[in-house]
């Protein structure tokens, strides 16, 4: 099982470092700098990833879940985040050195009808089955839209104006700082980044939560990369890294959910 895991996980990476320059970049940065301060090959912990989606019947929230559920997964969380029309679940396994799983989906319904007719559009011709395909995930785009319709999304939906360009892959992974032996502080991390020229989501703040919320997050902005929409091509957000600090309950433990409030903030690292 493990395997098949560590196999999921490394087509997601892979895919999600092809539209994610800088993911590579902070990577190296950040495997450099422990080893400097370590001495130490140490692989970075990946906190957790996170998949988009919208909730129609045959892509939903729950057939990108069964995937994850398929791996020995269990559902942990559920999240509203009302503003943004979404819900969203997080999943856990009980290896606890296995990333989390953090998938959120748009309530279409909820968005204005010209949104409703993009996106059920864009949808239209999906397979029924395609959601069950061993490598859906990682899947990238199944439809073609025009740098208009895109407009549109952007409009009124981030979330749903990144789905419209990237599909389905993994939007964001998250470098565990509480499996990394020289940083104390998710502060010092952000230094460390802004010093080398990457620019943080400040949404509600450089870091979202703390220790008040047992977790602790921080983010780079998207990367910018060139899409071909059916009218042209156009610059537009990719996908982001994430930072996560997790603090110890009552019982001595790391907490292992998330915080809608701090998620909320996260979101805003894929807006233009």
């Known amino acids: 099982m493990h ?3 560590d196999t999921l996980f490394s087509h997601l990476w892979q895919d999600y470092l092809s539209i994610t320059p800088s993911a590579k970049r902070v990577h190296d940065l950040l495997e450099g700098h422990e080893f400097e ?12 990833i996170a998949l988009r ?7 939903n929230l729950e057939k990108l879940a069964a995937h994850f559920l398929a791996l020995g997964y269990t559902e942990q969380g559920q999240y509203d985040f009302v503003e943004k029309k ?33 996106i059920r559009k864009m949808t239209a011709n999906i397979a029924e089955n395609a959601a069950q395909q061993d490598n859906f995930l990682y899947s990238g785009t199944h439809w073609q839209i025009s740098t208009q319709e895109y407009d549109v999304l952007v409009a009124h939906s981030e979330y749903a104006a990144w789905m419209s360009a990237w599909g389905f892959r993994a ?3 998250t470098v565990s700082l509480n499996h990394m032996g020289h940083f104390q502080s998710l502060a010092e991390l952000n230094t460390l980044l802004k010093d080398s020229g990457f620019v943080l989501n400040n949404s ?19 990367d910018k990369i060139e899409v071909q929409f059916t009218n042209g091509k156009k610059l537009v ?16 433990k790391l907490y292992q959910g998330f915080v809608a409030a701090s998620a909320d903030k996260i979101f805003e690292s894929t807006h233009t």
């Open 171 to 173: 939007n964001h992974f």
């Open 37 to 48: 301060h370590s001495g130490k090959n140490s692989k970075l912990g990946n906190d957790h």
């Open 53 to 59: 989606t919208f909730n129609i019947e045959k892509i």
């Open 3 to 5: 395997n098949q895991i």
């Open 86 to 118: 979404l819900r969203a679940k997080h999943f856990e396994h009980p290896d606890d050195t296995q990333p989390k799983v953090f998938i959120s989906e748009l309530i279409v319904e909820a968005m204005p009808l010209e949104v409703q007719q993009i």
């Open 237 to 252: 957000p990719s996908c982001f890294y994430e930072f996560a600090q997790r603090y110890k309950t009552p019982t001595g």
């Open 204 to 222: 509600g703040g450089e870091i979202k939560g703390g220790p008040e919320v047992l977790l602790a997050q921080s983010s780079i902005m998207a």
